[in-house]
């Protein structure tokens, strides 16, 4: 299995919600990566889990709660959205870390739409 | 700083042509480099990479690459374009010492039957 996994593909939502993305990997990588992609724009890194732990937050704002509850899966909870956090939302994974040379399997993403 | 910069935001070319699409890092060591695919609603999907060795590199679809330290560049090539490969285009930068890929802001590409 070589790929990167991710549920749901769409997600619209009300700012008063929780909701919570979902994203998966059985290739053994040890790291796993949260982007936010904005329409035509690169994506932007948001948290990166190293061996289940937090090991990279951009600032990102609280309303956004990363949880890593072991090494195949990583979950992004959502509370309190704004309408300008809607964007796609990738996740991604890397074999170990220890130096960005190693290529980042990316899965395809979850749409969000907040109203 | 890293720095990556794609200068060219939008390209169109005629399918069976052929393609270029520039990038130039700003990094003070030899950096990691990528070339990333997104098509539209998707993914990225790895082009190619270079760490170190023959500059010219080879990946998948019939991309090939070009390191140019003395350019700060690593373009990407390919002698005939098929419709399908119309898409995004990222160029990335890395390094032995983050985890972090600092990412282009991308060229997308249009392809004319």
């Known amino acids: 299995d070589t790929e990167v996994t991710q549920t749901p593909k769409h997600l619209v939502m009300g700012m008063t919600n929780k909701k919570s993305l979902k994203c998966e990997q059985h290739?053994?990588?040890?790291?796993m990566y949260w982007y936010k992609q904005k329409a035509k724009k690169p994506p932007e890194l948001m948290f990166v889990y190293s061996y289940e732990k937090l090991s990279i937050n951009e600032s990102v704002p609280s309303r956004f709660s990363p949880e890593c509850p072991n090494s195949s899966l990583l979950n992004l909870h959502l509370h309190a959205l704004q309408p300008e956090d809607s964007a796609l939302y990738l996740c991604a994974s890397i074999p170990q870390t220890g130096g960005s040379y190693n290529e980042q399997f990316f899965g395809p993403g979850t749409r969000l739409t907040v109203l | 700083a890293q720095s990556v910069t794609q200068p060219d935001i939008h390209i169109t070319v005629s399918e069976g042509a052929s393609l270029e699409l520039r990038c130039n890092y700003s990094?003070?060591?030899?950096?990691?480099l990528f070339w990333y695919v997104q098509s539209p609603g998707q993914g990225l999907q790895l082009l190619l990479k270079y760490f170190s060795g023959d500059t010219l590199v080879q990946g998948i679809k019939g991309f090939e690459a070009e390191f140019k330290r003395s350019q700060s560049s690593f373009n990407l090539r390919k002698p005939s374009v098929h419709w399908s490969d119309a898409a995004e285009y990222f160029c990335a930068v890395g390094s032995y010492n983050t985890d972090k890929l600092i990412f282009g802001t991308g060229t997308r590409l249009q392809v004319f039957p």
């Open positions: 290739m053994g990588h040890r790291a």
């Open positions: 990094y003070g060591a030899t950096p990691y």
